[in-house]
């Protein structure tokens, strides 16, 4: 069982710059893989990025590839998402979610287990 939760969500203007983080609770962080999705009201939720159980492998979406950034932290068991040039597209919930594997592969589906979500909202 690992649990997840989330932070750092808020209101910020176009352009500007977010911070989010994701604390798991549970001993055996280090063996999952990491990834960040977001749901637009009225949207289906959309994969943003994903980072690998050591760090080594990150992936993104196209939307937001050069602008998003994935790292983790396993001795604190944590991960965070730094936004950066934020649109108003960018608006969403943004939930972190955990898989289990100690791959190199970056997946965009099927994680095991999911954080409550932050609301993360730009105005132009």
């Known amino acids: 069982q690992l649990q997840l939760v989330e932070s750092g969500g808020g209101l910020v203007q176009a352009g500007g710059s977010l911070r989010l983080s994701c604390a798991a609770s549970?001993?055996?962080?280090?063996?999952?893989?990491m990834g960040w999705f977001r749901q637009a009201p009225g949207k289906e939720r959309e994969f943003v990025g994903t980072i690998n159980w050591s760090g080594s492998i990150t992936y993104y979406a196209d939307s937001v590839k050069g602008r998003f950034t994935i790292s983790r932290d396993n001795a604190k068991n944590t991960v965070t998402l730094q936004m950066n040039r934020l649109k108003p597209e960018d608006t969403a919930v943004y939930y972190c979610?955990?898989?289990?594997?100690?791959?190199?592969?970056?997946?965009?589906?099927?994680?095991?287990?999911w954080g409550q979500g932050t609301q993360v909202t730009v105005c132009s």
């Open positions: 979610a955990a898989k289990y594997s100690r791959t190199n592969y970056a997946y965009t589906e099927g994680y095991d287990y």
């Open positions: 549970g001993r055996t962080f280090s063996s999952y893989a």
